[in-house]
């Protein structure tokens, strides 16, 4: 998520001391898939770091959220989620070397900027504009391999400056404007307390049913749906499925893991959770990967991939809030906790996708960390087979 490079390299710095026993979590399953007795297994293939702050066609790559593989060239895109502060908002492609014994080399293979409307770039933000941008994640469109891609938008920390919705939007492959996918409307960021709150709107989007749905998620709960996670309880956030033109086919509350540890009181910075990726099952359309980030000052990272379905849970999009409601939440299963995959680091993973099926009968998944251009952060690829 795009937040102060501050706090990013003061988490970055502690990322290590991560030891704690993760949170039991909110929701378990009978049945998480379609059948299944279990949730899918996860083990470690590989990893590899891409050099800080590499340059690239007269690019800084870095703050890279989102992470896609295109079926028609075989290349991989990732979102930067530079706010155009170092360049203007863009996307890279690459090609990975990646196989059951681990990630060889990525290669950057090109970069392009997203525009606006009138074709222009977007700009940095400057007070009172109202035309910055948030990107965070990229997926590639089924159908015909453009993109579509996600920003968070933005609440003002104070009254004055001018709201930016959040959006998802869809782009050509060189970065042209191509539409824009109409949102429910408890996505929208008001005033009035109502909507995603600062930082904590849309980073997560996924295809299903061949490219027919549009799943999203909100990274935190929805003002009106309650607090932020603590150490005591999690919290549901909104998973809304969607079709192509925008119709609503049905939104659902996921059950967000409560903190693992207390935050230390020292630091100028809170805990920071949610959901920063979901990726859905090919051949299953109502389940999901889920992605859960938490990053505690004094412990570090938690990075946790969950086993996730709708079925059984309530449609939730006529409830105006779900605070102290009775709601089935979609159920779910830890898949693995990245403190037990013998990674060399944990950082602040926040894209994935599926790459191609492994000989070995595995699913081959592709993860990316966000360095938000700290330096005491790190771009790390992670491949997982997935069983």
Not at 101 to 117: C, E, I, N, W, Y
Not at 142 to 164: F, H, I, M, N, S
Not at 190 to 204: S, V
Not at 362 to 387: C, K, M, P, Y
């Amino acid at each position: 998520m795009s937040s102060s490079l501050t706090r990013r390299a003061c988490a970055a710095a502690l990322l290590l001391a991560s030891t704690l026993t993760p949170a039991v979590a909110a929701a378990q399953p009978d049945d998480p898939g379609q059948g299944a007795g279990r949730a899918v297994q996860a083990r470690l293939l590989g990893e590899k770091t891409v050099p800080h702050k590499l340059a690239y066609q007269d690019t800084t790559v870095g703050g890279l959220s989102g992470i896609d593989r295109n079926p028609c060239t075989g290349e991989y895109v990732f979102i930067s989620d530079d706010r155009s502060y170092l360049q203007p908002a863009r996307f890279y492609t690459a090609r990975l070397d990646v196989d059951a014994k681990g990630v060889h080399a990525v290669d950057f293979t090109g970069t392009h900027s997203f525009l606006q409307p009138d074709g222009s770039v977007y700009p940095a933000p400057t007070l009172g504009d109202g035309k910055a941008v948030d990107p965070e994640e990229i997926r590639v469109d089924p159908r015909d391999c453009t993109y579509w891609w996600a920003q968070e938008g933005d609440r003002p920390k104070v009254a004055g400056p001018p709201v930016l919705q959040p959006s998802i939007q869809h782009a050509s492959t060189t970065g042209g404007h191509l539409g824009q996918l109409p949102l429910p409307a408890n996505y929208e960021i008001t005033m009035e307390e109502r909507g995603p709150r600062r930082n904590q709107a849309i980073e997560a989007i996924t295809f299903g049913s061949k490219g027919k749905v549009v799943t999203s998620a909100i990274e935190g709960p929805l003002l009106q749906d309650g607090p932020e996670p603590d150490v005591n309880n999690g919290a549901l956030v909104r998973v809304t499925q969607q079709n192509r033109d925008g119709r609503v086919l049905g939104q659902f509350a996921y059950p967000l893991e409560k903190i693992f540890a207390e935050n230390d009181p020292d630091s100028p910075w809170g805990p920071d959770t949610g959901v920063p990726s979901i990726l859905a099952f090919p051949d299953q359309p109502n389940r999901y990967l889920v992605l859960e980030r938490t990053w505690v000052a004094g412990a570090g990272y938690k990075v946790r991939l969950f086993d996730a379905t709708t079925r059984g849970a309530t449609d939730v999009r006529e409830r105006e809030s779900l605070a102290g409601r009775s709601v089935t939440p979609m159920s779910k299963k830890l898949v693995a906790d990245f403190d037990t995959l013998g990674l060399s680091a944990i950082d602040n993973t926040e894209g994935m996708t599926w790459g191609p099926d492994l000989p070995s009968g595995e699913r081959l998944l592709i993860l990316v960390s966000d360095d938000n251009f700290a330096q005491e952060a790190i771009t790390q690829i992670v491949a997982l087979g997935i069983r």
